[in-house]
């Protein structure tokens, strides 16, 4: 899938769709141990404490972990683009940053059901129209996983393909990457100055895991020029060993009579609310996926009544919306409000179907709830609403002075005010659908605050 581009929570709509959202990071919080998990720093630097010119192959401290030059050159420079020193590598140079737990395992990583590490640094390439260096998560081992790199043709790429995602000379990119080292996944998102882009989950080895994983590697990969990181930071975040429950999420289609349509000139918009709600444990990876007649309705605006995400893609009548930060969510209320165009002229009834389903993991794996329809009927005519003008105060009476002889007056009557009209269609009324709870549970009705009380039907999770 494409990823979408995006800064920005909200997608903002002049009757086009205009920008699409992306949820931005939450920052960890300082260290911590208790029973409900673990965290740490295992490798920070700005490289400010550092002598200017070459590194060798002797390790050097940081504020956290040690640096070296795996292969020279490696040196420790100011470089444009960046703040203040960076460390920057050129032909064969390869940096090596290693934790601060190198050559032994990462801290508390047995016994743990999630463990999360967490990868920040700041990238810039001397030019952009040709392939250049490249970060890697390294084992102690020394298998590699590419992170990203700088791509030919101003793109940054991973594993030699392009991603939908321009860098320029001098211009800073920002890597966020989390893996998930128990489950073999990496979320990874990255912002440069023509935009930001998040990858859906990959998949990562095996081999990469607490046990194993202990550096990171900048290499310039034969490139000429300096290529610099700068502002590096890893973290670990471990969860409690007790096991975690499953999600249970309620999906809330459009209550009967909620559903609105607008006519502005010829135009038709068609409004209308979907509410999911998580009563269980965290789902990771959530994304609301709406299938529609592409050739019918184009979506214009979609706004978060309460809860935060972004619009992933848009793609031959397929709609994927990614739900929470960083598509995780915990027992959190999800309202999203849509606007839709009706994209041909009304020329009697018109009935319109979208289907709309979730996919999530959680605890027990991955899961999909089976689609719902929300059946829309718009009516042949959508008649005015005629509004009372609201007079307020008694208006002072004047007396006239007339004269000669008065013309004939006309008499002037008070407009009639005309209001935008909002007409209610009618709607299947949808069965809201719980998801991931098992075939044998008989989960409780769970009320959307501001709507009619759904009864959710259970479907296993896969």
Request: charged letters at 20%.
């Given at each position: 899938?494409?990823?979408?581009?995006?800064?920005?929570?909200?997608?903002?709509?002049?009757?086009?769709?205009?920008a699409l959202m992306l949820g931005l990071g939450v920052a960890i919080p300082a260290s911590r141990a208790s029973a409900k998990g673990f965290e740490a720093t295992v490798f920070r630097s700005g490289f400010e404490s550092l002598s200017a010119g070459a590194l060798s192959s002797t390790p050097v401290a940081v504020e956290e972990g040690f640096v070296l030059a795996a292969t020279a050159p490696v040196n420790v420079a100011n470089v444009s683009g960046l703040d203040g020193q960076a460390l920057t590598v050129t032909g064969a140079g390869v940096a090596e940053l290693r934790f601060s737990s190198y050559p032994g395992t990462l801290p508390?990583?047995?016994?743990?059901?999630?463990?999360?590490?967490?990868?920040?640094?700041?990238?810039?390439?001397?030019?952009?129209?040709?392939?250049?260096?490249?970060?890697?998560?390294?084992?102690?081992?020394?298998?590699?996983?590419?992170?990203?790199?700088?791509?030919?043709?101003?793109?940054?790429?991973?594993?030699?393909?392009?991603?939908?995602?321009?860098?320029?000379?001098?211009?800073?990119?920002?890597?966020?990457?989390?893996?998930?080292?128990?489950?073999?996944?990496m979320e990874l998102e990255l912002t440069t100055n023509a935009g930001s882009l998040r990858l859906d989950p990959l998949s990562l080895p095996g081999s990469f895991n607490p046990d194993t994983v202990g550096r990171l590697q900048f290499a310039a990969g034969g490139a000429s020029g300096n290529y610099g990181i700068d502002r590096v930071e890893v973290r670990v975040q471990k969860e409690d060993d007790e096991k975690e429950d499953p999600a249970r999420i309620v999906?809330?289609?459009?209550?009967?009579?909620?559903?609105?349509?607008?006519?502005?000139?010829?135009?038709?918009?068609?409004?209308?609310n979907i509410v999911l709600k998580n009563n269980g444990g965290r789902a990771r990876n959530v994304f609301l996926v709406l299938d529609v007649d592409d050739k019918l309705l184009e979506l214009l605006d979609l706004t978060w009544v309460t809860g935060i995400g972004y619009v992933h893609e848009i793609r031959e009548g397929q709609i994927v919306i990614g739900i929470g930060e960083y598509n995780a969510i915990r027992k959190d209320r999800y309202d999203l409000k849509f606007k839709f165009k009706l994209k041909q002229k009304r020329n009697g009834?018109?009935?319109?179907?979208?289907?709309?389903?979730?996919?999530?993991?959680?605890?027990?794996?991955?899961?999909?709830?089976?689609?719902?329809?929300?059946?829309?009927?718009?009516?042949?005519?959508?008649?005015?609403?005629?509004?009372?003008?609201?007079?307020?105060?008694?208006?002072?009476?004047a007396t006239p002075t007339v004269t000669g002889t008065p013309p004939t007056a006309t008499s002037t009557a008070l407009p009639t005010t005309t209001a935008t009209p909002t007409v209610?269609?009618?709607?299947?009324?949808?069965?809201?659908?719980?998801?991931?709870?098992?075939?044998?549970?008989?989960?409780?009705?769970?009320?959307?605050?501001?709507?009619?009380?759904?009864t959710p039907t259970a479907s296993s999770g896969s």
């Amino acid at each position: 899938m494409a990823p979408i581009l995006s800064r920005t929570y909200r997608m903002l709509s002049a009757m086009v769709l205009l920008a699409l959202m992306l949820g931005l990071g939450v920052a960890i919080p300082a260290s911590r141990a208790s029973a409900k998990g673990f965290e740490a720093t295992v490798f920070r630097s700005g490289f400010e404490s550092l002598s200017a010119g070459a590194l060798s192959s002797t390790p050097v401290a940081v504020e956290e972990g040690f640096v070296l030059a795996a292969t020279a050159p490696v040196n420790v420079a100011n470089v444009s683009g960046l703040d203040g020193q960076a460390l920057t590598v050129t032909g064969a140079g390869v940096a090596e940053l290693r934790f601060s737990s190198y050559p032994g395992t990462l801290p508390q990583a047995l016994n743990s059901q999630r463990y999360e590490l967490r990868v920040k640094a700041d990238l810039v390439a001397p030019v952009a129209n040709t392939a250049g260096a490249s970060l890697y998560l390294v084992t102690v081992g020394g298998q590699r996983y590419e992170i990203v790199g700088f791509g030919a043709d101003g793109k940054l790429a991973r594993g030699g393909a392009a991603l939908n995602l321009a860098y320029t000379a001098g211009g800073k990119v920002e890597v966020d990457a989390r893996f998930d080292l128990k489950n073999g996944r990496m979320e990874l998102e990255l912002t440069t100055n023509a935009g930001s882009l998040r990858l859906d989950p990959l998949s990562l080895p095996g081999s990469f895991n607490p046990d194993t994983v202990g550096r990171l590697q900048f290499a310039a990969g034969g490139a000429s020029g300096n290529y610099g990181i700068d502002r590096v930071e890893v973290r670990v975040q471990k969860e409690d060993d007790e096991k975690e429950d499953p999600a249970r999420i309620v999906i809330t289609p459009p209550a009967t009579n909620n559903i609105t349509f607008e006519v502005v000139g010829d135009v038709t918009l068609i409004n209308f609310n979907i509410v999911l709600k998580n009563n269980g444990g965290r789902a990771r990876n959530v994304f609301l996926v709406l299938d529609v007649d592409d050739k019918l309705l184009e979506l214009l605006d979609l706004t978060w009544v309460t809860g935060i995400g972004y619009v992933h893609e848009i793609r031959e009548g397929q709609i994927v919306i990614g739900i929470g930060e960083y598509n995780a969510i915990r027992k959190d209320r999800y309202d999203l409000k849509f606007k839709f165009k009706l994209k041909q002229k009304r020329n009697g009834e018109v009935k319109l179907d979208i289907k709309y389903r979730v996919r999530y993991h959680d605890s027990r794996g991955r899961h999909e709830s089976n689609p719902l329809v929300i059946v829309i009927v718009i009516p042949a005519v959508i008649v005015p609403v005629t509004a009372t003008p609201v007079v307020t105060g008694t208006p002072a009476t004047a007396t006239p002075t007339v004269t000669g002889t008065p013309p004939t007056a006309t008499s002037t009557a008070l407009p009639t005010t005309t209001a935008t009209p909002t007409v209610t269609g009618t709607p299947a009324t949808a069965t809201p659908t719980v998801t991931g709870t098992p075939p044998t549970a008989t989960p409780s009705p769970t009320a959307a605050p501001d709507g009619p009380s759904p009864t959710p039907t259970a479907s296993s999770g896969s």
